[in-house]
């Protein structure tokens, strides 16, 4: 059974940085695009932002200029660099790659 394994999350003032990344703990093949979403508490999970096998990118518009996805594809690992973080950033990322899910990282972003 494959586990998206995610690392980076943690609690950082406004402003401030944080990188997450995940990666397989098994090779999955054929991903055609892998993603991060999030969940805040009593909100739906949203895409955050996400990137094909073809290195397009799109984010949501509310992440534009901020964040940033990245992926190494021999590695099979997405990472995602979080600038200038707001409080309303402030949710469980989880990564996506094909039908696997990570466990989720908590990233909190105090005022």
């Known amino acids: 059974q494959v586990q998206l394994v995610e690392s980076g999350g943690g609690l950082v003032q406004a402003g401030g940085s944080l990188r997450l990344s995940c990666a397989p703990s098994?090779?999955?093949?054929?991903?055609?695009?892998m993603g991060w979403y999030r969940q805040a508490p009593g909100k739906q999970r949203e895409l955050v932002a996400r990137?094909?096998?073809?290195?397009?990118?799109n984010y949501a518009d509310s992440v534009k200029g901020r964040f940033s996805i990245s992926r190494d594809g021999a590695k099979n690992t997405v990472y995602l660099q979080m600038n200038n973080l707001k409080p309303e950033d402030t949710a469980v990322y989880y990564c996506?790659?094909?039908?696997?899910w990570g466990q989720g990282t908590q990233v909190t972003v105090s005022s």
């Open positions: 996506n790659m094909a039908t696997f």
């Open positions: 098994s090779t999955i093949f054929s991903i055609n695009a």
């Open positions: 990137i094909s096998r073809s290195d397009i990118t």
